[in-house]
């Protein structure tokens, strides 16, 4: 007995018979005895679709209004399925994100929780209530309803589980858990038992989709185990927590990035300060930088090569334009590519993951464009035609099949 928090996402909550499936869940749960608190995401295509009904009237509509348009998906799938478990005969009710004590920044479209006031949930929790919470949205400092960024549902779950000390966040999703690479994609992937915060934070920002990053960082922030497994299969998933066992395993997991573009400066001048001059003039546009690589230093110029977000390589290259009095053509973006990672915190400890990496793409004849190394990943741009194969072939090379 205990209090647990249950998301779920788009794909188990698509139509009528997964909102029923979604339902049996929830009350089987309260039926052993615990309270529950439910996080559920918009049904299926929703979110898209709603996007495209935006587009088709104003291309450039305000952020204020696209998200008082997209936290209408989560509204209707929370009543939906506060409905399916009432017509079960269980005490129901469903909240939206302000009712449940969200307040946000004022970033609208990838708003960041500040808090969650938690009494209206606790006053339902005590009145025997299963809580219903529409994800992915919760009010700013204007009263204006904010989004947290798409999967942000994710990070409902785990910012009510923290706030409520609940005894379980587990997300429900439309694979068995997190798996060594994307297992719809990808062939012979493993589902992983556990994985620790760090690598599922890096394995997340750095594609894998089956987890919000800002999930995963507010869960290790708060200490919130989160859970990862099926909505449709009844087995155990993937636990994400501090320490997690390391099975063997070199590396967690393979995974690809689509939204990067390559900007490259040719000829700045090969004095100092121009790296900081640059890239704080990128800072000031709110512009982030990933992999970086600065060319040696020939006669007096030298070339800067970086990656931003897709969404934010016309800005980066208008800024260096406007700031800099370089020739015509020196400033160029390539968004043709894709960023290629390895995640795990073995290979801290085992020296060749990189050379086994780069083999991998050899044997494959990908070339790569940039590389970049922490301790838990490493990363390689190279062209976005490569990347699946790219993936597979980093996959099998770390994963044999058996
Ligand atoms: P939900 O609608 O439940 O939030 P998402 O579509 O956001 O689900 O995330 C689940 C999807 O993430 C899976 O269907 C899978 O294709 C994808 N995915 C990508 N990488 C991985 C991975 N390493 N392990 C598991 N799933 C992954
Ligand atoms: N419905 C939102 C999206 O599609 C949020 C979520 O699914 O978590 O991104
Ligand atoms: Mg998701």
Known sequence: MGLIVQKFGGSSVADAARVRNV???IIDTYKQGNDVVAVVSAQGDTTDDLIEKAAELNPKASKREMDSLLSAGEQMSSALLAMAIEAEGYPVVSLLGWQAGFRTDNVYGSARIKTVQPERLKNEIGKKNIVIVAGFQGLNGFDDITTLGRGGSDTSAVAIAAALHADRCQIFTDVEGVYTADPRKVEGTKKLAEITYDEMLELATLGAQVLNNRSVERAKKYNV?????SSLKRVPGTIVKEVAKMEKMLIRGVTKDTDVARISVIGVPNTPGIAFKLFSKLAAKNINVDIILQSVGRNDTKDITFT??????ELAVQTITDSFDLEEGSVVCDTNVAKVSVVGAGMETHPGTASKMFE??????INIQMISTSEIKISVLINAEDADKAVSAVHKAFFPVD
């Open 23 to 25: 339902a049996s869940i």
């Open 225 to 229: 185990e989160v859970e990862v497994l």
């Open 308 to 313: 931003v977000a897709k969404s934010n390589g």
């Open 360 to 365: 991998a793409l050899y044997e494959k004849d």
